[in-house]
């Protein structure tokens, strides 16, 4: 099955500790995205890469970090500099055929202990 | 700075009624426009893209349609039924380089049976 895999499903935090959110893709996509989404508040972009080894931040980066070493995978820390983590990350990814469809993983909902 | 609106937040219609959902952009530069469903908990779900120079797209009950002109785009169910119950989300890719999509925060429907 072609898609986006997000794990672990659920996630708890302690203060002051990192934490790390997997995506996988087997899309052969370049770009993958991470965003928080809020109750209310929609869909926030926190960084985003559009090549291996390459990645811009996007509106709501302090507290996060990401890294891009594979195609296939855009794993996304949240640092205890993050004072307010609990969400729902999303990661999704984006082909640059012509038909250039948005894809989304299943999600991760990150709490606060 | 592109944004995106969706009016009304939410929306709650009877079974089998026909309806429609809004969404306008205030920049026209886009390269395509997209629909997204979203169920609770549960990540994005894309339903239609309309690239630029098309005017609407079609799949089963759904019917979306693009005035870029205009900026406005919306999503037509024809005959709702209750498990179209969703959030859906709409979002414009901007004609600036390979940028984000920009997603509007969602009209919430409920369709009661």
């Known amino acids: 099955d072609g898609g986006i895999t997000q794990s672990p499903k659920y996630l708890f935090r302690k203060e002051g500790q990192n934490v790390t959110l997997s995506c996988e893709q087997n899309l052969n996509h370049d770009a993958m995205y991470w965003y928080r989404q809020d109750p209310g508040q929609g869909l926030r972009l926190i960084y985003y890469?559009?090549?291996?080894?390459?990645?811009q931040k996007g509106d709501i980066a302090e507290g996060y970090s990401v890294s891009r070493e594979k195609k296939e995978s855009f794993p996304l820390t949240v640092t205890s500099a993050q004072k307010n983590p609990t969400a729902f990350y999303l990661c999704?990814?984006?082909?640059?055929?012509?038909?250039?469809?948005?894809?989304f993983g299943a999600g991760t909902r990150l709490s606060v202990l | 700075k592109q944004e995106v609106t969706q009016i009304p937040a939410a929306l709650s219609v009877p079974e089998g009624e026909n309806l429609v959902l809004n969404c306008s952009f205030t920049?026209?530069?886009?390269?395509?426009l997209q629909w997204f469903r979203q169920d609770p908990g549960k990540g994005l779900t894309s339903l239609l893209l309309i690239q630029s120079s098309q005017r609407e797209q079609t799949s089963g009950r759904l019917n979306a349609s693009l005035d870029k002109s205009s900026g406005r785009s919306t999503l037509y169910i024809a005959a709702s039924q209750p498990g179209d119950s969703a959030t859906y989300l709409c979002?414009?890719?901007?004609?600036?380089?390979?940028?984000?999509?920009?997603f509007g925060k969602g009209t919430r429907l409920s369709v009661i049976a």
């Open positions: 999704a990814s984006r082909g640059e055929d012509r038909v250039n469809i948005q894809y």
């Open positions: 890469s559009q090549i291996v080894n390459d990645f």
């Open positions: 920049d026209s530069a886009i390269y395509n």
């Open positions: 979002a414009v890719r901007p004609a600036s380089g390979n940028t984000p999509l920009v």
